[in-house]
């Protein structure tokens, strides 16, 4: 069906009609009227001329016979030659002082328009008579009629040619316009079930998404939370493994060293098992010391006795010791106890990040800050080295181990180095495992 265009016909057709009536009355009527005031004044002057003509005419006559001219009508049309003087001359009358009228036999009838001019007749200085002349308007006014037809059909022509010609283009522009308006309309419809059907894919899609980043959610929790766990018990495994090689395997080689200590005193200076038993001793004390460093690569015994800030004051103050290095710790407001898995992470972080100020940074200074915020703990490691550019290949394992370990118990490690500016290494780990979380229980996603 045609949409309703904007009606332009109607409005050009008003504004139309009136101009195109105005322009034909206008040409219709200006030029016979000029034409009619130019042959009126035409004719106004011929009488005029043909009035003081025959007054001449008549004044002769009046001179040769002074009382008896009145009478004289053969002897005017004679000498007035009517038909040869002025052809639109129709009639004559010439009227004397005392009214009379005389009608020269010889002029035209007065038939249709007559136009009168007069003029006087001297005898002397006196004013005898008045010649009036009456000019044929008719033949000037069928001149004028016919100019008149004429405009008047040109008039019609043109008055329909601007009526005509501007609404015909008009409504084939509309019905163009209308036909367009139908095309768009047709396009809006067509793009509108377009939109719609695409609205409803990407609302489809958008669900699928939803729902596979909700599964996505699920998975990341329960894999963080596995991670957490397994984290927790390598911990507590650790500790388990670390306290019975303090106490099984060290406290027997401890016993092993003693004994042979016992041994010693029964030996004599001189005795030749005094030298294998000095050896077995040191290789006992060997034992002894490869076990305590196992367990303490297991789990700082640090930890357990004093807890994290403590070990980590301790841990400053050896490395600092041992490789002249000045180090500044601050750890303000912070638990006394952590999660063992919390504790194990930052310590081993703090360590790993000071073996290597001391072994790559070449600095003589380092800072060292543990903070409490928003149950969880930022750790910050600055030193004022030579730095590293972080995107360059690395060989090591330190960093990636340090960022597995932050990971599994869904913190953020960050590292900012360039060279010649040192390096600062911060990390942000959870107090409480992820499984222990709102969001975790909710299925939610954790801060990676």
């Known amino acids: 069906m045609r949409a309703a265009a904007v009606d332009l016909v109607r409005p050009l057709a008003r504004r139309t009609v009136l101009a195109a009536t105005a322009a034909s009355v206008i040409l219709a009527l200006a030029a016979p009227l000029v034409l009619y005031v130019r042959t009126r004044r035409i004719a106004d002057l011929l009488a005029e001329q043909a009035a003081e003509r025959m007054a001449l005419l008549a004044r002769d006559v009046v001179a040769e016979v002074p009382d008896l001219w009145f009478y004289a009508a053969p002897k005017f049309a004679r000498y007035l030659h009517l038909e040869d003087e002025a052809p639109l001359v129709r009639q004559v009358v010439i009227v004397d002082r005392a009214g009379r009228r005389l009608d020269l036999p010889e002029g035209r009838p007065s038939r249709g328009a007559v136009w009168w001019a007069d003029a006087p007749v001297y005898h002397g200085d006196a004013v005898v008579a008045r010649v009036w002349v009456g000019v044929d308007g008719t033949r000037l006014l069928a001149q004028v009629l016919v100019v008149a037809v004429l405009c008047l059909v040109?008039?019609?022509?043109?008055?329909?040619?601007?009526?005509?010609?501007?609404?015909?283009?008009?409504?084939?522009?509309?019905?163009?316009?209308?036909?367009?308006?139908?095309?768009?309309?047709?396009?809006?419809?067509?793009?509108?079930?377009?939109?719609?059907?695409?609205?409803?894919?990407?609302?489809e899609r958008s669900r699928e998404l939803a729902d596979a980043a909700a599964a996505l959610g699920e998975s990341e929790a329960r894999l963080r939370d596995i991670a957490s766990r397994a984290a927790e018990a390598t911990e507590q495994e650790r500790k388990r493994v670390a306290r019975e090689l303090h106490d099984g395997a060290g406290q027997v080689l401890t016993g092993i060293r003693l004994g042979l200590q016992v041994l010693g005193t029964t030996l004599g200076p001189d005795s030749p098992a005094r030298g294998r038993l000095e050896s077995t001793e040191a290789l006992v004390d060997g034992a002894i010391e490869e076990v305590r460093r196992i367990a303490m690569a297991l789990r700082p015994a640090a930890l357990d006795r004093l807890g994290l800030v403590e070990s980590l004051e301790e841990l400053a103050r050896s490395v600092a010791s041992r490789a002249g290095?000045?180090?500044?710790?601050?750890?303000?407001?912070?638990?006394?106890?952590?999660?063992?898995?919390?504790?194990?992470?930052?310590?081993?972080?703090?360590?790993?990040?000071?073996?290597?100020?001391?072994?790559?940074?070449?600095?003589?200074?380092?800072?060292?800050?543990?903070?409490?915020?928003?149950?969880?703990?930022?750790?910050?490691?600055?030193?004022?080295?030579?730095?590293?550019?972080?995107?360059?290949?690395?060989?090591?394992?330190?960093?990636?181990?340090?960022?597995?370990?932050?990971?599994?118990?869904?913190?953020?490690?960050?590292?900012?180095?360039?060279?010649?500016?040192?390096?600062?290494?911060?990390?942000?780990?959870?107090?409480?495992?992820?499984?222990?979380?709102?969001?975790?229980?909710?299925?939610?996603?954790?801060?990676?």
């Open 154 to 203: 040109l008039a019609v022509v043109l008055s329909t040619a601007l009526y005509v010609l501007p609404v015909r283009v008009v409504a084939e522009a509309e019905d163009h316009i209308g036909t367009l308006i139908d095309t768009l309309e047709r396009a809006r419809a067509e793009l509108a079930a377009l939109n719609a059907d695409l609205e409803g894919r990407v609302a």
């Open 325 to 448: 290095l000045e180090i500044e710790f601050d750890a303000p407001a912070l638990p006394e106890r952590l999660p063992a898995a919390v504790e194990s992470a930052a310590y081993r972080l703090v360590q790993e990040c000071l073996t290597n100020v001391v072994r790559y940074a070449d600095a003589s200074k380092a800072r060292v800050s543990v903070t409490l915020r928003d149950e969880q703990i930022d750790i910050s490691v600055h030193d004022e080295g030579k730095g590293f550019d972080p995107r360059a290949p690395r060989t090591g394992l330190g960093l990636d181990g340090m960022a597995e370990r932050v990971a599994l118990l869904g913190g953020r490690l960050a590292i900012d180095s360039a060279v010649g500016r040192g390096t600062r290494v911060t990390a942000t780990l959870p107090i409480e495992p992820p499984s222990a979380r709102p969001e975790a229980a909710d299925g939610g996603k954790d801060v990676p």
